[in-house]
């Protein structure tokens, strides 16, 4: 038997965390990674075998019963619903607040370990562009919300061709979020929120995520300009010396010639036109790389997004609790006993060690929200009997596994 402080009389852990608190595998991937383990309790691995079903089907509902009104409420102002009466959508949607909606989507992205992005690591992002992105320009004031969330920062891995290599492929290590979900509201239309969610994006391209105008680069501004200075010179040029000619033979007075004026404005026309279907044919050759770009990342829209993020929740929320478990009863098994204040330090410690062990990398561990579950859940339950027959009653804050 142990013992374990309440977590509520607990002392927060006062060194901040450097890591994300995302843990990178499906509960069943966590399960099979410690089966793989040769260090592993069989007998603390069989008793989380015992208990997960129980865990996954208190964490269903407790996530369905906090977010229901959420995923009910959303229906109305989501872009992509089929509504036959207009009106009375519109109607319907204008008595949502979208304030409550984006905070409630938010604690859930919360719960499924994301973060939110600060307006300066949107700002860096819209000031550059990796060689697989496209540069584009963000006006702010079309959105009345904007925020941007994200989680698993890692190292992916690209391959480009650069000219000082010949051209040849080379792979290049660029930082990227492993999932970003974007929630924002454009200023017109109004009343509808827009949820979109991705994955493996590049720090430097979570801009391209954003309805925006494509900014032309230099290269293919001077593609566009030079051939066609060029050409517009050559023309007039070419008329000027056939009006010579001309002039020379007595045809035509070049200076009166009103013809002449009018065939140099013809071909500016024509260039002008030239001009704009070439800016346009570039533009568009941009939104293909956008699209080509975000084809493979694109995990879901709308109301899908909410829907995967309740799924993500329940996933993080059972791996955390199949973990605590697990080490808490593999403590129980060594004999250990917690002690107060400290322990929680020590758990949280023990977990972080195993995930690293388990090869999961570097994870900020949740203790307090964990204990706080499996409290809820009745599977950490308060010694009583034990205190009772020592003299002192039932001290608040004493916890042991549940029997049965």
């Not at 939104?287 to 899908?304: C, D, H, P």
């Not at 993080?316 to 006993?337: C, D, I, P, T």
């Not at 204990?371 to 608040?396: H, S, Y």
Request: glycine share 4%; proline share 3%.
């Amino acid at each position: 038997m142990f013992v374990v402080r309440n977590v509520a009389s607990a002392v927060c852990i006062s060194m901040q965390a450097k890591e994300e608190s995302f843990i990178p595998v499906h509960p069943n991937e966590f399960q099979a990674a410690l089966e793989r383990s040769a260090q592993t309790d069989q007998n603390a691995l069989e008793f989380v075998r015992s208990i997960k079903a129980h865990l996954a089907s208190k964490i269903h509902h407790r996530i369905h019963e906090r977010f229901k009104r959420l995923i009910e409420g959303y229906t109305f102002v989501d872009p992509d619903r089929e509504s036959a009466d207009a009106e009375l959508a519109a109607t319907i949607a204008s008595e949502v607040s979208n304030n409550e909606l984006i905070e409630a989507t938010e604690d859930l992205l919360l719960l499924a370990n994301y973060h939110r992005l600060t307006p300066s690591q949107i700002y860096q992002a819209l000031r550059t562009a990796t060689s697989w992105g496209v540069s584009l320009k963000i006006r702010f004031s079309d959105y009345k919300r904007l925020r941007v969330y994200a989680r698993g920062d890692a190292l992916g891995h690209r391959v480009a061709r650069r000219w000082y290599r010949l051209f040849r492929k080379s792979e290049f290590s660029v930082p990227i979020y492993r999932q970003l979900v974007v929630a924002f509201e454009r200023s017109s239309p109004s009343g509808q929120l827009h949820l979109r969610m991705l994955k493996n994006i590049p720090h430097a391209d979570v801009d391209m995520l954003l309805p925006g105008s494509i900014k032309i680069t230099w290269l293919d501004q001077g593609k566009i300009g030079i051939p066609t200075l060029w050409g517009f010179s050559m023309t007039v040029t070419r008329l000027i010396r056939s009006m010579w000619i001309l002039a020379l033979l007595g045809a035509v007075e070049i200076f009166r010639a009103v013809w002449m004026y009018i065939a140099v404005g013809i071909a500016a026309v024509l260039y002008s036109i030239k001009v704009f279907f070439s800016y346009r044919h570039a533009r568009n050759r941009q939104l293909l790389n956008v699209a080509q770009s975000l084809y493979f990342q694109t995990l879901s829209n709308n109301k899908g997004v909410l829907l995967r993020l309740q799924d993500e929740a329940e996933q993080q929320s059972l791996s955390q609790a199949m973990l605590l478990v697990y080490v808490l009863k593999n403590w129980e098994n060594q004999g250990a006993r917690l002690r107060p204040l400290d322990s929680i330090e020590s758990l949280d410690l023990a977990c972080e060690e195993l995930l690293d062990k388990l090869g999961f990398g570097k994870i900020d561990f949740d203790i307090q929200a964990s204990i706080r579950f499996l409290l809820e859940a009745r599977v950490l339950q308060p010694i009583q009997e034990q205190e009772e027959l020592q003299g002192r009653g039932k001290e608040n804050g004493i916890w042991e596994f549940a029997k049965g």
